[in-house]
């Protein structure tokens, strides 16, 4: 008994050479995927060029080339405010202006901060949190990440207090802030005067200490951080210091626009 599959006509009397295999599309999709990976691994290796693409200390992180971007600006700092102070000297030597000429530049040297300033002075600490914090007192939420860190507008809150106050001078960290000065932060670092701090923040003012002290207090910005101080362990430090000297500014001044104040 013959099979309809097995002979393609009745009536034949010779055998007929079997059907020729057949491309099937799953034989093309394979080959397909072998060929595109093929070809991804060509290109990895390429570009890895033998090495290993995850662990290549080459591929500096954004925050290493932020950090070496900071320590080159102190450095340029350093070298201006030295050819600053050649300058100085090279000027007084030379002899051109009266002695009152040269009270009065001393003077305004001293208002725009780019002077040293001695006196008494309170230095302010602020922390981020545990990074574990829990909230310590009854009624008050768990704490978002976002509450256990310092904020732009906390370090804001305390250099305008103490400008309240009547302090002579800031520095913020090693630098003396002057009247261009912004103080901003990008994620949970500090970003002035084209260098970067991480925390503990330190804000040394010069003035009277008692009345600085008492603009903190009074402060209505720095009434609210006391609560997260108090509910989620920010770090809060208040410290009177003695005599310091608080460096003058030695960097370039990014003042493009002026109006005279009314």
Not at 12 to 20: F, I, L, N, V
Not at 161 to 167: D, I, P, R, V
Not at 198 to 215: F, N
Request: hydrophobic share 35%; net charge positive.
């Amino acid at each position: 008994m013959s099979n309809s599959a097995d002979s393609p006509g009745t009536g034949s009397t010779g055998s007929s050479p079997a059907p020729g295999p057949r491309f099937r599309p799953v034989r093309i999709l394979t080959a397909a995927v072998f060929a595109l990976a093929g070809l991804i691994f060509f290109t990895s290796f390429d570009t890895a060029k033998g090495t290993d693409i995850r662990r290549d200390d080459s591929l500096l992180k954004l925050s290493d080339l932020i950090q070496q971007r900071s320590r080159k600006n102190k450095e340029l700092d350093e070298s201006n405010a030295a050819l600053r102070d050649s300058v100085e000297s090279l000027a007084k030597s030379d002899g051109g202006s009266t002695r009152a000429q040269d009270e009065k530049l001393t003077g305004l040297e001293k208002s725009a901060g780019t002077r040293p300033l001695t006196g008494q002075a309170i230095t302010v600490t602020l922390n981020d949190a545990p990074p574990n914090a829990t909230a310590k007192l009854p009624g008050y939420p768990e704490p978002q990440p976002d509450y256990l860190v310092i904020h732009q507008q906390d370090l804001q809150a305390v250099v305008n207090a103490l400008w309240q106050g009547g302090a002579k001078g800031i520095k913020v960290m090693d630098q003396r802030l002057i009247s261009t000065s912004a103080v901003r932060c990008v994620g949970n670092t500090l970003i002035l005067q084209g260098r970067v701090y991480s925390p503990p923040y330190k804000i040394t003012a010069v003035g009277d200490p008692g009345r600085l002290q008492r603009a903190l207090a009074a402060s209505k910005a720095i009434q609210t951080y006391m609560v997260y101080v108090n509910v989620y362990g920010l770090g809060w430090k208040v410290t009177e210091d003695g005599t310091v000297t608080l460096p003058g500014y030695s960097g370039t001044v990014d003042l493009h626009y002026a109006e005279p104040a009314k």
